[in-house]
């Protein structure tokens, strides 16, 4: 079963503006990270923000974390038409006993119109 | 390249037949990941190893598949009997875990079997 679940599964913008997915969980966290997968390739990390933390930025990144609402969101600004790819949430959770393992959503398909 | 490096990229096999891919993860990482991922999905999680250990089995994991990873450095994934659901991409990935913190998962391009 997915683990984390991305809000919307689809989004369209133009060039230039910001885009913001957003990503719930269910279970407590060690960490959650962000990916991008473009069409029938490999996962790139994107950034990682463990539980302690609240935001983190990276370049034009900007993901925030709220363990009290389990959610987090990442914000693209100034897109770019490169920029267009699936993003995943995947957070590093326990998983029974004391292990902990990585499991991802299904994604929110972002499309960057030049 | 240090990266994560999966072999073969492409598999094509004929129902029935056994398939065995191979993962290699970066050097000093000591967690190892198995995931399937069909059209439209997500990464679905398979299996992770600690080192040699194997830590969990995901229920998608039949018995038809199994993973191995001696002496906690490459890792290979075999399907026996492969049936056409089968078909889709495995992704291998790797990351370093300490009890004070961890790493990101890095992932390799991915082996996509296509089950005919």
């Known amino acids: 079963s997915q683990q984390g679940e991305e809000d919307p599964q689809a989004l369209s913008i133009q060039e230039g503006e910001n885009a913001t997915m957003n990503c719930s969980y269910k279970?407590?966290?060690?960490?959650l990270q962000w990916y991008r997968q473009n069409s029938g390739r490999g996962l790139v990390h994107l950034i990682l923000?463990?539980?302690?933390?609240r935001e983190k930025h990276s370049g034009r990144l900007r993901v925030t974390l709220d363990t009290s609402k389990k959610s987090s969101s990442l914000l693209i600004t100034a897109s770019r038409a490169a920029d267009t790819a699936s993003y995943f949430c995947?957070?590093?959770?326990?998983?029974?006993?004391?292990?902990?393992?990585?499991?991802f959503g299904k994604g929110t398909l972002l499309t960057v119109n030049p | 390249d240090t990266g994560v490096s999966q072999d073969p990229r492409h598999k094509i096999t004929k129902r029935g037949q056994n398939v065995t891919f191979r993962c290699d993860p970066i050097s000093e990482h000591n967690r190892l990941y198995w995931y399937r991922q069909t059209l439209g999905q997500g990464p679905e999680f398979l299996t992770y190893?600690?080192?040699?250990?194997?830590?969990?089995k995901s229920r998608l994991l039949s018995d038809r598949f199994s993973a191995e990873r001696p002496k906690g450095s490459f890792s290979t994934l075999e399907i026996q009997r492969t049936e056409q659901g089968d078909s889709a991409m495995y992704l291998c990935a790797s990351s370093l875990h300490r009890l004070t913190h961890d790493t990101e998962a890095f992932f390799g391009q991915g082996t996509r079997l296509t089950v005919v």
């Open positions: 923000i463990r539980s302690n933390e």
């Open positions: 190893f600690q080192n040699e250990a194997q830590l969990e």
């Open positions: 995947a957070t590093d959770a326990v998983s029974g006993g004391s292990n902990y393992k990585l499991t």
């Open positions: 279970t407590s966290i060690n960490n």
